[in-house]
């Protein structure tokens, strides 16, 4: 018997019983993202340094800037962390992230 030639009754349960058959299985999502969770604590990479170093950041200016003088650099620091670099020129400013994460131009004048 051709399955194109049945029912459409029959094709639907077919289907059905397929889908039936195939949904049994459970998955435990939950203990399987616990050890995912337990493998990345457990690995030897180390940590990672996210800090942008005041030369990184003095790069940056220099490749975007040109040859605008620096007249000044303050870091904004919070407990122990640089936050942002501003850069002071005399004719403006730039605000530069301290963290690798974000994007590294915060704010101009």
């Known amino acids: 018997m051709n399955i194109f030639s049945c ?3 029959t094709r639907v349960a077919i289907l059905l019983g397929v889908v039936i058959i195939s949904s049994c299985e459970q998955v435990d999502l939950d203990g399987e993202l616990t ?4 493998g990345f604590q ?3 990479v180390g940590d990672i340094d996210y800090n942008v170093s005041l ?3 003095e790069f940056l200016i220099q490749s975007t800037e040109g040859s ?3 007249k000044s650099i303050e870091p904004l620091v919070y407990e122990g962390d640089t936050l942002m670099f501003i850069f ?3 004719d403006g400013w730039q605000v530069i992230s301290g963290d690798k994460r974000t994007e590294p131009f ?3 004048d």
């Open 35 to 38: 050890d995912v969770k337990a």
């Open 88 to 90: 002071n020129f005399e």
């Open 42 to 44: 457990n690995s030897s």
């Open 55 to 57: 030369r990184s950041a």
């Open 68 to 70: 605008k003088e620096i």
């Open 106 to 108: 915060i704010a101009s």
């Open 7 to 9: 029912s459409c009754f």
